[in-house]
């Protein structure tokens, strides 16, 4: 689990075996955790981009999990896709099957780090209060699909629920929708489920005129990421999307230079300067990025606020 960069990774595995190898005193499933530890360990405790990390005397290391990855476009269009089980709508019978499925999908999933089944249950059954509280006529709703495992057990094997893509794009289409979530149980992922849902979802989101269907993932997720390409998607930068990568660089480059102080941990010249000169990629690129925002203001058109903050930041750091 690496995310690509100018001569430097980012190593995922090695950040969520790091989270694993501790025991959380509280978790609130979803939405964050707390992990008992000192402030010196803290300060050298390696952090998932994203996650919001403070310090709290009580809890030790209270975070709070913020999911950020790419996001994709899929063009509506007929495909030709064998699907190995019965795909078809989703009905308000199909509840508890889909509890049960939601929980065995999504277990082990790092956005839902230290959660229980009885939590994922929980937290699959509030996903499914929302998506059924939407009109019997709501696209999303008609759209959306599940998949039932042959041999008439009637046991649900994957999904794909959709919801309005509200924010998720800079300029989406006047009724753009996104895939949230699709997921497919162990067993039987990589036989072909997940592209026969979305075959699905795309046939009758091309019957029902629309043209865009947007999608993303957790930037760890490389499994969905490669799905995600191999679908035929196109990837759209967003400011949001890469803003998290700045400031965990940030800190990545204070926390290895505190592990080399108090621990001995040495930052090698060759790996510092890597370090360095991604973050000042990754500066130039959200200054190109903001620009492209709305909101953006084209009177300060000329400014690089990143680059600037970049810099004043590794200057500073020179001079202690």
Avoid at 51 to 72: M, N, Q, S, V
Avoid at 188 to 196: E, K, L, P, Q, S
Avoid at 252 to 268: C, F, N, Q, S, V
């Amino acid at each position: 689990m690496t995310e690509e960069t100018p001569e430097w990774t980012i190593d995922y595995d090695a950040i969520i075996a790091g989270h694993l190898a501790r025991r959380p005193s509280r978790v609130w499933p979803g939405l964050g955790f707390a992990i008992p530890m000192s402030m010196e360990e803290w300060w050298g405790f390696q952090r998932m981009p994203g996650w919001k990390y403070e310090y709290c005397l009580r809890l030790g290391a209270d975070t709070k999990i913020r999911p950020f990855g790419p996001h994709f476009r899929i063009p509506v269009e007929r495909r030709t896709c064998s699907a190995p089980c019965e795909i078809r709508k989703v009905k308000w019978k199909d509840i508890p099957a889909l509890r049960r499925a939601f929980a065995q999908g999504f277990a082990g999933y790092t956005d839902y780090i230290y959660s229980t089944e009885k939590q994922l249950l929980r937290i699959g059954g509030q996903i499914l209060r929302q998506f059924f509280a939407r009109e019997r006529g709501d696209l999303c709703r008609q759209v959306s699909c599940l998949a039932i495992e042959p041999g008439g057990s009637g046991r649900v094997i994957g999904a794909a629920l959709l919801a309005p893509a509200i924010g998720m794009f800079r300029r989406p289409p006047e009724s753009a929708i996104q895939l949230q979530p699709v997921f497919v149980v162990p067993g039987w992922r990589r036989r072909g489920v997940a592209n026969a849902l979305v075959a699905e979802v795309l046939r009758r989101l091309w019957n029902a005129g629309q043209e865009t269907l947007v999608s993303g993932c957790s930037d760890y997720n490389v499994v969905s990421k490669q799905w995600h390409l191999a679908f035929g998607v196109t990837e759209e930068l967003r400011y949001y999307a890469r803003r998290p990568l700045f400031y965990w660089m940030r800190n990545e480059l204070w926390r290895r230079e505190y592990l080399e102080e108090t621990r001995g941990i040495p930052l090698e010249p060759l790996e510092r300067a890597k370090l360095e000169r991604w973050f000042m990629a990754l500066a130039d690129e959200l200054d190109a990025l903001e620009r492209e925002e709305p909101w953006f203001d084209r009177g300060a058109a000329g400014r690089c606020l990143y680059r600037e903050e970049a810099s004043r930041y590794l200057v500073r750091k020179e001079k202690a």
